[in-house]
C-alpha cells in the first residue's frame, strides 16, 4: 500500500499560480507513472498530467498544455503540479495517482486530493 497526501492548495485569486504537491510515504516502485487528476463540483474526474518514473517524460491533456506543469523529485518522492494564470474554471479537487501504466494509466494508488479555489 502506498499512502499519497497532497498539499499546496487553497482559495486564490484568478491569475494567481500555485504549486501544489503530492508526496508517498511509500517507495514508488520504479517503472511506474505518477499523474495528476482534478474533479470540479457536478463533473467527472479528468486526467490533467503524467509523468515517468525517471521523471523525463511528461504528458498532457491536450486543454491543459501551457499552464500547467508536472515534475517530480523521486529523492523526495514528491509529485509537483505547477499552475499559472488560474481560472475560476480550475476550481476543483486534484488528486494525485501513483503506479500507473504511463501515460494515463490506469493508477492504483491515489491521494485524498486538495481542494483548489479560484476566485473571479
Known amino acids: 500500500q502506498v499512502q499519497l497526501v497532497e498539499s499546496g492548495g487553497g482559495l486564490v485569486q484568478a491569475g494567481d499560480s500555485l504549486r501544489l504537491a503530492c508526496t508517498a510515504f511509500e517507495r514508488i516502485r520504479s517503472t511506474f507513472a505518477m499523474a495528476w487528476f482534478r474533479q470540479a463540483p457536478g463533473k467527472e474526474r479528468e486526467f490533467v498530467a503524467s509523468?515517468?518514473?525517471?521523471?523525463?517524460?511528461?504528458f498532457y491533456e491536450e486543454s491543459m498544455k501551457g499552464r500547467f506543469t508536472v515534475s517530480k523529485d523521486n529523492a523526495k518522492r514528491t509529485l509537483y503540479l505547477d499552475i499559472v494564470s488560474l481560472k475560476p474554471e480550475d476550481t476543483a479537487v486534484y488528486y494525485c495517482?501513483?503506479?500507473?501504466?504511463?501515460?494515463?494509466?490506469?493508477?492504483?494508488?491515489w491521494g485524498q486530493g486538495t481542494q483548489v479555489t479560484v476566485s473571479s
Open positions: 509523468v515517468s518514473w525517471s521523471g523525463d517524460n511528461t
Open positions: 495517482a501513483a503506479h500507473g501504466v504511463y501515460p494515463t494509466g490506469p493508477f492504483e494508488y
